[in-house]
């Protein structure tokens, strides 16, 4: 059967899952064409699969935030047609692949009963091999790996954008250590950025300032700083937005593409600030990061006087 449901909400293994489903069946990533069932129908995605397809033999068709195989329905979203789908899974096409993509689906619902137990895949990865089958010609050892995994909060999708940044820096000799990863990868907590942040939004420079400078005699970064307090920004407001839209957590964190844990944070920490603050706040760093960009500026001192000013 050529049609598959992902229960998972975590990007990396959302991924994983599918490069499975391609090697499987000896399908290539460019034969995806790839749909979000909460902006469009899965009528469309029926559509395509059913069309003949013109550059290659075969079409992978992903949908993204099939809902409807869950229990709740998300507010204001896409009316789809189930009739169509449950005509489609009774009889799919024998040339191209359908995968739906569920945060936690309802296994009573008879568009989930219509497909084969053993194409339901789960939301488990082992990342310790995930991380080995991304090390390419690179060397890192067993106990480096267990303390990235550990440096990182277990978080998949943030392991595998600081390996890459570990492979840039070890170019040359190609094997990572455990003082490379405390060198590059960036340990800032989340009780120190949400301090951070809670001290700007409340305008006490003393404290922000106090903040910055311990995490500064950690040895942190100061551009890694601006990063994540930034994006933690972003993050909030982007969140805060979806909420208002009526979707759930796990749905945020697979449109948003970020470990469900960051969502669940920036709701807690979010809610103590209206969309208009987080705003304002995220349009100061871009112009910070803007100063910082386009001048021959010390980041710690833009950053200093931006704290100054608040």
């Known amino acids: ?33 790839k749909y979000d069932l909460i902006e469009t129908p899965i009528s469309t995605a029926i559509e395509d699969l059913d069309t003949y397809n013109f550059l290659s033999s075969n079409k992978v068709v992903v949908c993204d935030n099939a809902y409807f195989l869950a229990s709740n329905r998300p507010k204001g979203s896409v009316v789809h047609n189930e009739e169509l789908l449950e005509k489609y899974l009774k009889n799919p096409s024998s040339e191209n692949i359908l995968i739906m993509i569920c945060d936690k689906i309802d296994t009573r619902k008879k568009l989930v009963k219509l497909v084969d137990k053993n194409n339901i895949l789960g939301g488990e990865i082992v990342i310790d091999d995930l991380i080995k089958s991304h090390l390419d010609d690179y060397k890192m050892d067993y106990k480096t790996i267990k303390y990235l995994i550990d440096y990182c909060d277990n978080d998949n999708e943030r392991i595998l954008n600081e390996l890459e940044k570990l492979k840039c820096y070890k170019l040359e000799d190609k094997t990572i250590t455990m003082e490379d990863i ?98 304002t706040n995220l349009d100061y760093f871009f112009n910070l990061d803007y100063m910082i960009k386009t001048g021959n500026n010390n980041p710690k001192l833009v950053f200093e006087l931006f704290l100054a000013n608040l």
């Open 1 to 33: 059967m050529n049609t598959y449901i992902i229960e998972s909400s975590d990007y990396v293994v959302i991924n994983t899952k599918i490069d499975d489903i391609l090697k499987k069946n000896r399908l290539t990533s460019d034969m995806i064409i």
């Open 182 to 279: 405390n060198n590059i990868v960036i340990k800032l907590t989340g009780d120190n950025i949400f301090s951070l942040i809670d001290s700007i939004v409340l305008k006490n420079r003393s404290k922000a300032y106090l903040i910055t400078q311990e995490l500064l005699d950690k040895g942190e970064d100061i551009n890694k700083i601006i990063v994540m307090v930034s994006d933690q920004f972003r993050l909030m407001y982007q969140v805060k937005l979806l909420l208002k839209e009526g979707y759930n957590k796990d749905t945020i964190a697979t449109k948003l593409k970020v470990h469900p844990y960051r969502v669940k944070l920036a709701m807690e920490k979010g809610y103590n600030y209206s969309s208009k603050v987080l705003l």
